[in-house]
């Protein structure tokens, strides 16, 4: 996520094209092409790992079963969730993040209706806003099924991942969410109030989300068309970590690019679909020629009123209009490997994906040396790229601090041997896919960016 606010200084930089309206409004949304995601070209010889071949997910990943019913700022919903942990667990803790305070503030409401466990009825408490906690022992490798009732009151607004405008509403981290991490446990960090997240999750398999919505209105939604009908969607995906949903009366572009592309604008915003579909399609190649292949079967963009900047879904992107004139819509795609399939703790290290979606951008888009002095940076955020939300939380300077001095040590770094650089981070990517990172891997994995990641406090010890 980033701020449109905080991309002046590269809106230099940026070559502007005046918006064009579609040539009409398009009726219904077209079924992207079943597709494989594509596969990546062939490295050029360069003498080292290719690692082009990502980490399987894990196979005894979380299932996702929603179903959910949009209703203009009302949303109501179930979810049932196969969890098979792989610690023993004490507990079963899910965040409801559409009740963080900034939600809140603009009229968000979340609420868990219904709390079943393996079939049985179960008390749960909510000791914060954000946090449910159900009573819960059980032996690692054991599965769990968690089936959850819920409801969402979409905050007007609120500059955020949930909101309401006329016939469109959107939400994302909307349902409850599973809070493990492997390995770890649970990530019970609190909200953030900056215009970020601190949500972690691992990835699941999405069996199926039922998306159902007046008639005449479109879903742009995270996972592959399964079915629709004039007020239902169906989608699955392989292995996601979060779900984003837009519903709303949306002006539809689709391109054929490495994978399927969809933008939908909302009414009364003078983006050009085709343009954005074509743009992302753009950005794909160059970030897909990086990194390897496109992590979905397709991608959504659903432009919105209400929101600065861009948000970041898994195969799915909520964007503010005019986001393609600067380095947001690649950014945002960006993202797609940098917690989407690469996944981090977002409250513990923001900058894991923050840092790495930027130096996607700064490539992409020719903008590297925007990044990279020092010297332009406000000395109080220097060396505290690596620290979490919560020293970020009422400061300023998280955008310099965290996006900006990131990339720029990231980007230092790769000047000095780039085709060695991009190797590293090809097998980084490899390495660490469908998981949740930590500085830790970057250490193991990029060991020619060590020495500036340390240097502005990436990377500590
Ligand atoms: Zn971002």
């Known amino acids: 996520m980033r701020r449109a606010l905080a991309l002046v200084l590269l809106a230099a930089a940026c070559t502007s094209t005046s918006p064009r309206t579609a040539a009409g409004p398009t009726p219904t949304v077209p079924t992207p092409t079943p597709t494989v995601t594509s596969p990546v070209a062939s490295p050029r010889a360069t003498g080292f790992p290719s690692c082009t071949t990502y980490r399987a997910a894990d196979p005894r990943r979380p299932v996702l079963t929603a ?3 949009v209703r203009g700022r009302k949303v109501a919903g179930t979810e ?6 792989d610690l023993a667990v004490g507990q079963l803790v899910f965040r409801l993040w559409a009740a963080a305070p900034v939600p809140s503030r603009y009229g968000g409401r979340q609420a868990v209706t219904s ?4 079939g049985a009825p179960r008390a749960s408490t909510r000791p914060s806003p954000t946090v449910l906690r159900i009573p819960w022992s059980g032996p690692a490798g054991t599965p769990v099924t968690i089936e959850l009732g819920f409801t969402l009151t979409l905050p007007v607004g609120a500059d955020e991942r949930w909101g309401n405008r006329g016939s469109t509403s959107w939400f994302a981290s909307g349902m409850p969410l599973l809070a493990w991490e492997s390995g770890h446990g649970w990530d019970v960090e609190p909200a953030t109030t900056q215009f970020a997240e601190a949500s972690t999750s691992e990835e699941m398999r999405l069996d199926r989300l039922t998306v159902h919505h007046a008639a005449g209105l479109t879903v742009l939604a995270t996972g592959g068309t399964m079915s629709r009908t004039a007020t239902t969607l169906v989608t699955s995906a392989p292995s996601v970590r979060d779900v984003a949903v837009a519903v709303g009366r949306f002006r539809i572009a689709l391109v ?22 074509r743009e992302t399609a753009a950005y794909l190649r160059g970030h897909i020629a990086r990194f390897g292949p496109f992590p979905y079967q397709h991608v959504v963009i659903a432009v919105l009123p209400d929101i600065s900047g861009g948000i970041e879904y898994p195969g799915a992107i909520l964007l503010s209009t005019r986001q ?15 917690y989407g399939l690469v996944g981090d703790d977002q409250a513990r290290d923001p900058w894991l994906d923050e ?16 990044y990279t002095s020092v010297l332009r940076l406000p000395r109080s955020v220097r060396g505290k790229t690596g620290l979490p939300m919560t020293y970020w939380e009422g400061r300023p ?18 000047a000095r041997d780039p085709r060695r650089f991009d190797a590293q981070l090809r097998c980084y990517i490899a390495h660490n896919a469908h998981r949740i990172a930590t500085p830790a891997d970057v250490a193991r994995d990029l060991p020619l960016a060590v020495a500036e990641l340390r240097r502005v406090g990436a990377l500590r010890g």
């Open 67 to 69: 179903d959910v019913t």
């Open 324 to 338: 393609d004139k600067d380095a947001t819509l690649s950014h945002e795609l960006g993202h797609q490997w940098f």
């Open 80 to 85: 049932r969730i196969v969890f098979t942990p």
């Open 355 to 370: 840092a790495f979606a930027t130096y996607s951008e700064a490539l992409e888009r020719g903008t590297a040396s925007s």
């Open 397 to 414: 300077g998280y955008y310099q601090g965290v996006y900006v001095q990131g990339a720029g040590a990231l980007l230092r770094a790769r």
């Open 115 to 118: 709390v079943e466990v393996n």
């Open 256 to 277: 054929n690019g490495p994978v399927p592309v969809t933008v939908g604008v909302t009414p009364g915003l003078a983006d050009d679909p085709a343009e954005i579909a």
